[in-house]
């Protein structure tokens, strides 16, 4: 697979040895170094006269500051300025293999190289090169931006086919919602003759927008496990690439898995990030992302059997294009859940949960106004954290106890609820929802 974040790090560390790195000396990042190094007492008393000393001196003046303090204590700061360094680079080199970091870390070592070629430090017609003038050779941060230009990600992302495993029941509330997406998606993949027989044509996409934690990720995999579909789950800030071409690439290679998967549910989580307003986008990168994506819905034939679902809590931003008839043309808004709907996602939240005679689930919904789906799974979450808490505190819970047992003898109380519901507060306010009823209203309107 491709490396993560971290695994990028372990790589870039490994091809990073001993290699001359130079770190900017940046006053934030070494404030932060010396920070984490006074934790380890070590350096004990010259590190706060070193913070004094920084914060006062000019930025290039650091490292001499440094130095003379302590060369322990600079080489420490540098090493942690290095780590910062490749921390910053497996940020940005999403999609890069381990083949792409390895030639990376060398176009990082050429680039100081032809550095020092064009300050004249090199002499060609030498047949080595001098100690003296290979000790000058530093790769800095300046370098790997350099290299960044040049190398590539060999491999795109790979795309992820689930087969996901979310049921309507759990699900609390939405009734309405499952109901549209029962027909949207679910019988076109399941009956497709049938809207072939009646001459209707159902929808190749499908925006659900609302306020975060509502359920619209929970729906979409619900939907796909419901019509025995596959599942391609996308986010919107994941296929922005930075390459040009490269976010094109990521689309076609995503419509391209789908139809081979067929039926498959593409769900395109925070479809905002890659469409903002068409024209208002500097490089135009976004602009081109949503013309691929157009094209591919476009070109998705009936009956194909790959339906496109979106998601959004920004509804304002999503470029009218995407809306036209044939493309996401079934706005559905999944609001925050009212009271009956609340009471079932508790009792979604509460199914595997051992509960104390006092816990009164119809209360709980009534005292959460505002709460979304995700707040409630979070209190049921938090309040069997304190029921487990106390019961290791009082000693009631032991090791090697078994799951049986324990749920028989220490049950989460209304009480664990009360105190949950302290720390977790509603996300959603009236204003919020009242301004997605109005979104609502305009798309109702525009459609007439
Ligand atoms: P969204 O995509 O709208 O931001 P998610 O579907 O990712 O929200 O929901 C996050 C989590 O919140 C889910 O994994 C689930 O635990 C919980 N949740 C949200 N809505 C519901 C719901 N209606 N019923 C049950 N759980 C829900």
Redesign the pocket.
Known sequence: GVPDKQGRKEILQIHTRGMPIEPDFRKGDVLKALEEIKKDEKFKDAIDKAIERVKASREEEIPKVLKEISEDLYNEVKAKLIDYLLEELAEVTHGFVGADLAALAREAAMAALRRLIREGKIDFEAETIPREVLDELKVTRKDFYEALKMVEPSALREVLIEVPNVHWD?????EDVKQELREAVEWPLKYPEAFRAYGITPPKGILLY?P????????AKAVATESEANFIAVRGPEILSKWVGESEKNIREIFRKARQAAPTVIFI?EIDAIAPRRGTDVNRVTDRIINQLLTEMDGLVENSGVVVIA?TNRPDIIDPALLRPGRFDRLIL?PA?DEK?RLE?FK??TRNMPLAKDVDLKELAKRTEGY???D??AVCREAAMIAMRRALEQGILKEGMKADEIRRIAKVTMKDFEEALKKIGPSVSKETMEYYRRIQEQFKQARG
Request: hydrophobic share 45%; net charge negative.
């Open positions: 759990d699900i609390g509330g939405l609302g975060p934690g509502t359920g619209k990720t929970l729906l989580d998601a999944v859940p709907a996602i979604v939240h979304t789906g995700a409630i799974a």
